[in-house]
Nanobody, 122 residues
């Protein structure tokens, strides 16, 4: 059974930092792209960042460029999201996902985690 499990969410003040992790089990995702998405209450799930299998290509949503960094460790089957200079508008449930190609399109991602809550207070 394939599982993606996120961790690292929590409550942080504006301007603070958090590091999210997502460990995969049940199969390896060495050749898969990995992505992070988020969903705030009453809003659609939106793209945050993506990284290709070799870490040579990364994509970011405009809203997080310069503040968030996506990385991965294929040996550990883990993807990370370092979030700095957090803002209240970053508050959402953050989901990790895996896809056969590097993309910002939600529908391309085949595997999803259960999500971790990130709350940024002002």
């Amino acid at each position: 059974q394939v599982q993606l499990v996120e961790s690292g969410g929590g409550l942080v003040q504006a301007g603070g930092s958090l590091r999210l992790s997502c460990v995969a089990s049940g199969r390896t995702f060495g050749r898969y792209a990995r992505g992070w998405f988020r969903q705030a209450p009453g809003k659609e799930r939106e793209f945050v960042a993506a990284i290709n299998w070799s870490s040579s290509v990364t994509y970011y949503a405009d809203s997080v460029k310069g503040r968030f960094t996506i990385s991965r460790d294929n040996v550990k089957n883990t993807v990370y999201l370092q979030m700095n200079s957090l803002k209240p508008e970053d508050t959402a449930v953050y989901y990790c996902a895996a896809a056969p190609t590097t993309t910002n399109r939600v529908k391309t991602y085949d595997y999803w985690g259960q999500g971790t809550q990130v709350t940024v207070s002002s």
